[in-house]
């Protein structure tokens, strides 16, 4: 099973999604009986990339965030025991 194929959510796997969709559309029968697995694979294996990719990203993300509520904490503290 594999998330909704549309392009503008992947775009680093916009090319093979359209290779897969594409084999989908060519093999209708076939496709139940391996065709487009080698496609499927590469498309496993690009979503994976992609989610490593995002999280890294949003791991990022999070720890400057941590690092400006705990500036912001710091500075509240400071200025209530004035």
Do not use: W, Y
């Not at 697995?37 to 590469?42: D, P, S, V, Y």
Request: proline share 5%; aromatic share 6%.
């Amino acid at each position: 099973m594999h998330p909704p194929l549309t392009l503008h959510k992947h775009p680093m796997c916009a090319e093979i999604i359209e290779e897969f969709q594409k084999c989908h559309v060519e093999h209708p029968i076939a496709k139940f009986f391996g065709e487009c697995t080698e496609l499927k694979i590469k498309l496993d294996r690009c979503f994976r990339a992609e989610k490593a990719v995002k999280r890294k990203a949003n791991f990022e993300k999070s720890k400057e965030l941590k690092e400006q509520l705990r500036v912001l904490r710091k500075e509240n503290a400071a200025s209530n025991s004035q």
